[in-house]
């Protein structure tokens, strides 16, 4: 089985772009969608990161090797008012039959995301101790992603 060429995080990042969740963060646009690290601007934004993850073991008929990535997703907002909604629309579209059996581009590698088990419902973080005084959710979740080669 060939291995990720990119991290789940981005894998499950791009997914949310294409989603309409969000947008991809050199276009500029509203609620930009970050992998791996998370500016302190804009206010209002989402970050997937990689977190552990789930080693199942080889099928020993196929040979098949099993492994469920781990993702944190982040969200970040002016209000509570604004934020609690739109983590409550991607944990749906985490949980929804559309978040399963995805072919998701990144780069010039495709992946297939087969399933997506949100282990946590959204958590509300409360405010950022800086002086933006920011709403936080987040909600971590395991994916199982193969390379189509």
């Given amino acids: ?6 991290s789940p995080a981005e ?29 302190d601007l804009p206010d209002q934004l989402v970050t997937v990161l990689d977190i ?9 008929t ?5 492994e469920h990535y781990g993702v ?18 991607i944990a749906a579209q985490l949980d929804g039959e559309d ?3 995805a072919v998701v581009d990144v780069g010039s590698k ?12 959204v958590i509300p973080l409360g405010k950022e101790t800086t002086v933006s005084r920011r709403d936080r959710f987040q909600m971590d979740a395991r ?3 193969r390379v189509l080669v």
Wanted: glycine share 10%; no cysteine.
């Fill in 72 to 89: 944190r997703v982040f969200i970040r907002a002016r209000t509570f008012s604004v934020g609690y909604p739109k983590a409550q629309a």
């Fill in 110 to 121: 495709r992946y297939h995301v087969k399933s997506v088990h949100r282990i946590t419902e």
């Fill in 11 to 39: 894998v499950i990042a791009r997914l949310l772009v294409e989603r309409g969740l969000g947008t991809d963060p050199d276009v500029y646009g509203t609620w930009p969608i970050y992998d791996s690290s998370e500016p």
């Fill in 52 to 60: 552990a993850g789930s080693d199942d073991g080889v099928d020993m």
């Fill in 143 to 145: 994916i199982t992603i």
């Fill in 99 to 101: 978040g399963d059996d």
């Fill in 1 to 6: 089985m060939p291995t990720l060429d990119h």
């Fill in 62 to 66: 196929s040979g098949d090797h099993w």
